[in-house]
């Protein structure tokens, strides 16, 4: 069907006059109206525009590419398509703008050029829309905030409470391992404090600011650890997400990868781990796009990596890859000097945490945990301090408290401390005679690992000099 126009009325002037009038209504209606050249050059900004965007006076955005004067345009895209976005939400100086854009073509059809309206505060209908999108821009910027701390480091290398001297070369060891920037391979039992300190050492390391991701690859099924590493392209397999999901390597770029207990890894993933070790780069499920990354791998183990190698469980090649600085975590039974001061500081992150009183141990059982193992280490003896002040409402807690979740009754001291194991530890001999004997072995401990250095022995100690001394003299140490 074809447009009939009344024989009084001239075609060129109805368009002409039309076009005017709808150029007139945006101008006057929106918060702003520019238009750039066929090069992307802006070659008009009204007034309102130009104060909206923070420029003195609209000659300052002529003749400047369009991304110089609003860095997120979409106006090149027009020039280049030659199609218009009629409805668009754009942030500009923080503030959410409906916008409309449209190409401007001489008489072939050519794209000489394109006009954009910000639409906001005139058109009524459109405020909804505006809120909902600013209400979803608040909560997503809220979310990706509270998602980037979670991703920073809980804990420092200061963290790990101990004195000791071998507390003392761990936190030098590690200290010196967050400077080097290489993959790190932490080697300890199951509680010693393996994940505190990778966190630490992430914390301490140029990569600070960035994620800090981790993941225990013993509590990944077999089947998802791929999935959780490398991450799903978009419809790669059935029930997959729609738009893909990024893998642990893609969420920690630029950061740090915590690869707990690595030992337990599938053959499989492993040559695949080995790849990314080496060439730095990801290839999601489902896709055939090679990822780029740069990810520190921060690697640990509670098992034997060398048995395991041998034993065909685990690839040399990774194992060597991987074990580029080890750091070897001691159990708790071999800084026993730490013991106190650890108790002190579980103790009060119990009391913290459950809104509980602060408790103290009786000198009973100071000796008592003294003359435990632990097998279960630092993760062990937190759950017996909790479990303790949970049987009783004294502040003070005694070797009874932890005689029933603990074998302490029946285990007693170690064999080296020349203790009747089949006696409850603190019902062995007098009380005063068993501290006594934990005191002397103590002292002797940090006498020797310090060559004698008095000073630095009771520092270790946490006691003055003068309390050294007179120690020193009751034990009958010979003094240098």
Known sequence: MKSSVSPTWDVDRILRVGMQSLLDLFDDSC?????????????????????????????????????????????????????????????IREQPLVVMRIPLKDDAGKVIGAIGFA???????????????????????????????????????????????????LKHRARRAAQLDTTVLLLGETGSGKELLAHGIHAASGRAGKPFVGINIAAVPETLLEAEFFGVSPGAYTGADRKGRDGKFKVADG????????????????????????????????????????????????????????????????????????????????????????????????????????????????AALAAYSWPGNVRELRNALEQAGMVTDNLSLKAENFAAFLPIATE?????????????????????????????KLIKSALDSTGGNKALAARMLGISRATLYQKIIDFGFLSN
Request: hydrophobic share 40%; proline share 6%.
């Open 255 to 366: 950061g740090t990868l915590f690869l707990d207990e690595v030992g337990d890894m599938p053959l499989q993933v492993q040559a695949k781990l080995l790849r990314v070790l080496q060439e730095q780069e990801i290839e999601p499920l489902g896709s055939n796009k090679i990822i780029k990354v740069d990810v520190r791998v921060i690697a640990a183990t509670s098992h034997d990596l060398k048995q395991l190698v041998a034993d065909g469980k685990f690839r040399s090649d990774l194992y060597y890859r991987l074990n580029v600085l080890p750091i070897a975590l001691p159990p708790l039974r071999e800084r026993r000097a730490d013991l106190d001061a650890l108790c002190e500081h579980l103790l009060e992150q119990i009391a913290k945490r459950t809104g509980m009183p602060q408790r103290e141990l009786a000198p009973c059982a100071r």
């Open 412 to 440: 007693g001291a170690m064999p080296s401390d020349n203790v009747d194991t089949n006696q409850p530890a603190c019902a062995v001999r007098p009380l005063a005679e068993a501290v006594a004997e934990v005191e002397r």
């Open 31 to 91: 918060e702003g109206t520019l238009a750039v050249d066929d090069q992307g050059q802006v070659a008009w900004i009204n007034d309102k525009y130009a104060a909206f965007l923070g420029l003195k006076s609209p000659e300052d955005a002529l003749g400047k590419a369009v991304e110089e004067v609003i860095p997120n345009s979409r106006m090149r895209e027009i020039l280049q398509t030659g199609k218009p976005i009629l409805l668009d939400i754009m942030m």
């Open 119 to 169: 639409l906001y505060d005139r058109l009524q209908r459109l405020k909804p829309l505006v809120s909902k999108f600013a209400e979803l821009q608040w909560a997503l910027a809220n979310t990706q905030k509270e998602l980037a701390q979670l991703r920073h480091t809980k804990y420092s290398i200061s963290s790990f409470v101990g004195v000791s001297p071998v507390s003392l070369e």
